[in-house]
C-alpha cells in the first residue's frame, strides 16, 4: 500500500489541490469495498478516519451510512473505503478531469485487496467505474454489474450518496442494502446472512 500512496503523494495531474496524504484508504475487514467521489476538505483529510470529523465523531453522511450498516449486521469501522478522487474537488468542473487522473490508483488500490464487490456512493464514482455516462442515476442505483477492473472481476452496486441533503439517501438505500447483504452471502460469507 505504501508504493500506492507514494503515487498519490507524488501526483500534481490536477494542480496543487490538497489531498489525502497518509491514509487514503481506510482498511476493513469486509468483502466489498465503499467508494465516495472526493474527500470533503473537513473530513478524513483532517481526522484521518474516513467519516469521522476533527473531534472523533461521525459526520452526517457516516452516520446515515452507519444505520444503513447496521441493518445489515455491520459497523461502518469495519468497512473498507476509498474515494474515487485522492483531491478535495470543490469546483465540480473539475471532477471529470480529476476522476480520469485518478482512475489508475483506484484501480491499483482495488486490485491490492480482497474485496470483490463494490460500493459506488452516487452517480460520478459509478459512471467512472463502468465507464459510462449516467443520465439517470435511478436507473443505475441497486442493481448489480459484473466489471473488469485492471485484473480483477467485481460486483458494482450504486447507492444513493447517505447525505443528509439527499433526500434518498436513508430511505430509498434500505433495499438496496438487503440487495448488498444478498449478493455479500451469496458470494462471499455466509456469517453475513444471519
Known sequence: MEHIQKLINDCHLCGNLLKLEDN???????????IGESPAKDGWIVSKKAFYNYQGKLQASGRILEKL???????????????????????????????????????????????????TMGSHPTQTLLNNRIKKFGDYVGKIFDRQIGNKQ?????????????????????????????????????????
Open 24 to 34: 487514503s484508504l481506510q482498511i476493513g475487514n469486509t468483502p466489498f469495498i465503499v
Open 154 to 194: 467485481y460486483k458494482l452496486i450504486p447507492i444513493y450518496h447517505p447525505s443528509p441533503l439527499n433526500p434518498k439517501g436513508y430511505k430509498d438505500n434500505i433495499k438496496i442494502f438487503d440487495v448488498i447483504k444478498n449478493v455479500v452471502y451469496e458470494n462471499c460469507h455466509a456469517e453475513f446472512a444471519e
Open 69 to 119: 450498516l447496521n441493518n445489515i449486521g455491520i459497523s461502518i469501522d469495519d468497512i473498507y473505503f476509498t474515494e474515487l478522487c485522492k483531491c478535495i474537488i470543490e469546483d465540480r468542473k473539475l471532477l471529470s478531469k480529476c476522476s480520469s487522473n485518478c482512475l489508475p490508483i483506484l484501480e491499483k488500490q482495488l486490485n491490492s485487496l480482497p474485496c470483490s464487490i463494490i460500493i
